[in-house]
């Protein structure tokens, strides 16, 4: 049974650290999202690749938060400096051919 | 622009009753629908989707959901609710001018009382 992998599954760091949050879609999938969610906001798209490349980050605060994919088989967000107002739950999705969206566990990160 | 509305915050529906989420969009052309539910703690899972054909379309966990063109909505039904139903639920859209993007509803939250 295919999944999308996220680690870590929770993260605690102090405000100024860096955190990388790293993904692994299912393999063929070749369209990855990043989302965010929190209680205040709800599900907000962050950013998405196709074939590795970025289609959109225009969600992403661009002064402290950058998401690549190194190759097919990995997709990382990186935040830094980290802030406590970036305290959500993370999540990586990966879309098949008939744009079904497999969701990661996600990753809960609190920034104190 | 496409957007998709969730109108109702949180559902109640007590065990045994039919239960309806409701989901109204916005898009130019033909739709491609989807719902989505989220368990606490758990990521988003698929449900069923709307592309083409009939315009009742049956999911998981036998959830089905009504496609309406004239009143553009596109709500999620279950005829009688179990209590390991409450969760949160998402409808969404795909953005068919930007690439596959997928655009979420704010969710509703379904609780099931026994």
């Known amino acids: 049974d295919a999944r999308v992998t996220q680690t870590p599954r929770h993260k605690v760091t102090e405000m100024g650290q860096e955190v990388t949050m790293r993904c692994q879609p299912i393999?063929?999938?070749?369209?990855v999202f990043w989302y965010r969610q929190t209680m205040m906001q709800g599900l907000e798209l962050l950013a998405y690749f196709r074939n590795r490349a970025p289609l959109d980050d225009s969600g992403m605060p661009k002064d402290r938060f950058s998401a690549e994919m190194p190759d097919a088989t990995l997709a990382t967000l990186k935040i830094q400096p980290s802030e406590p107002r970036d305290s959500a739950v993370y999540f990586c999705?990966?879309?098949?051919?008939?744009?079904?969206?497999?969701f990661g566990p996600g990753t809960r990160l609190t920034v104190t | 622009a496409q957007s998709v509305a969730q109108p109702e915050d949180q559902v109640n529906v007590a065990e045994g009753n039919p239960l309806t989420v409701k989901c109204t969009y916005s898009v130019s052309g033909n739709p491609y629908l989807f719902w989505y539910v989220q368990y606490p703690n758990r990521g988003l899972q698929f449900l069923l989707k709307y592309i083409t054909g009939d315009n009742l379309v049956k999911g998981s966990y036998g959830f089905e959901a009504e496609f309406n063109k004239s009143q553009t909505s596109f709500h999620l039904k279950k005829p009688s609710a179990l209590v390991s139903d409450s969760a949160l639920y998402f409808c969404?859209?795909?953005?068919?001018?930007?690439?596959?993007?997928?655009?979420f509803g704010k969710g509703t939250r379904l609780h099931i009382l026994p």
């Open positions: 969404a859209v795909r953005d068919m001018g930007r690439d596959d993007k997928i655009i």
């Open positions: 999705a990966s879309l098949d051919t008939h744009y079904e969206q497999y």
């Open positions: 393999l063929g999938h070749n369209t």
